[in-house]
């Protein structure tokens, strides 16, 4: 006998796409820019966001974070010395972000007044690639000191980044890092994507991740309500 | 190990379903599609899944995972390509980059396969060819 069949079709993330859609209307409504950092933990997430806030804060913006991590709240501590608002979730046992925590993190943040949106994800190179956040940019970071075959053994997360930033390239040269290599590997994985390189520590390339961030905040805003996706 | 998060959210779906289409059948198959580009490993959902289910409506159910390859359309050429792991974005045609994904993000709920009840087995004992069950 065959069996019966109820058909549903629909996205097993259904829940957290819903929730991030209306995030993202959200967002839209009040002008708000936002970006969603990833990376494996230790790559320098904390250190880049602290120095792009702080920069794009200097040129008049108003800016916030979020940041996920398992546990302490040493990065909204950190992301706080940018002079920024930090907010930190904590996860527990949780190696990703999802919509409805970032929902309940930017309740105590007043939109309308904010201009962009730093979400830091989980350190994670797998994990947080389904789930959308509501945001307009993703950003992966690949540090010099994890070998420039990154982006080909963690294919899937960086074919949905819209900018990758090779962090650490102070370290480049010590640690034998191929940066040629590096970059055709992020062509591989994810044709025509931009790279920047950047060292916290030197201040290198710090520039251009906010030249290339006030760009796209002022195409979304010369273009409101474009972007759907 | 996100796809416990999956997993979760799969049996919540698997609720509002059986819920929404009034039915108090026991759930014998979940089918699902999970595509290569969608981060998830289906082994590890596959044993978030025996985790999850525990006390739901989704107890003993089996997980029915149809795995979608990567495939990626070229702007330039048109033609489309299959992808091997690791993915290579570029068309196998005229070995351009390729970048337009068109199928291997999916992961979706596709339907659930519900047991016969004796209501609906019984109307057909005139079906010769049905397999007599297991």
């Given at each position: 006998m065959p069996p019966r069949i109820l058909e549903v079709r629909t996205r097993i993330l259904k829940k957290n796409d819903e929730i991030a859609r209306a995030l993202r209307s959200r967002f839209e409504q009040h002008g708000v820019y936002v970006v969603n950092v990833v990376s494996s933990p230790g790559a320098g997430k904390t250190e880049l966001l602290t120095r792009v806030m702080g920069a794009l804060r200097d040129r008049g913006l108003t800016v916030a974070a979020v940041v996920g991590d398992l546990a302490t709240e040493n990065d909204a501590a950190r992301l706080a010395r940018s002079g920024c608002p930090a907010k930190q979730i904590l996860t527990g046992t949780m190696c990703h972000l999802e919509a409805d925590m970032v929902e309940h993190a930017i309740a105590d943040f007043d939109l309308h007044e904010l201009d962009v949106l730093f979400i830091e994800n989980v350190g994670n190179l797998v994990c947080p690639q389904g789930f959308d956040l509501g945001e307009d940019l993703r950003i992966l970071l690949f540090p010099s000191?994890?070998?420039?075959d990154k982006p080909l053994k963690y294919p899937t997360l960086i074919n949905t980044c819209d900018l990758v930033v090779l962090s650490k390239m102070d370290l480049a040269e010590p640690v034998g890092f191929d940066v040629r290599s590096a970059r055709a590997n992020c062509e591989t994985a994810r044709p025509g994507v931009p790279i920047i390189e950047t060292s916290a520590r030197t201040g290198r390339g710090t520039a251009d991740v906010v030249a290339f961030l006030a760009d796209r905040i002022d195409a979304k805003r010369d273009t409101p309500a474009e972007r759907t996706a | 190990m996100h796809e416990l998060s999956i997993a979760t959210s799969l049996v919540s779906l698997v609720d509002d379903a059986l819920e929404s289409a009034g039915e108090a059948g026991t759930v014998e198959a979940v089918r699902v599609k999970v595509g290569a580009l969608s981060g998830v490993v289906v082994e590890a959902l596959e044993f978030a899944w025996g985790v999850a289910v525990e006390g739901t409506r989704c107890e003993g159910a089996r997980l029915e995972v149809e795995r979608v390859p990567a495939v990626v359309r070229c702007g330039e050429c048109g033609a489309e390509t299959t992808l091997d792991h690791p993915p290579v974005f570029a068309c196998g045609s005229c070995g351009r980059p390729a970048s337009e994904v068109i199928s291997g993000r999916e992961l979706d709920l596709i339907a659930l396969e519900l047991e016969q009840t004796q209501a609906t087995a019984d109307?057909?004992?005139?079906?010769?060819?049905a397999a007599p069950n297991p």
């Open positions: 000191t994890e070998g420039e | 109307p057909a004992p005139e079906d010769h060819h």
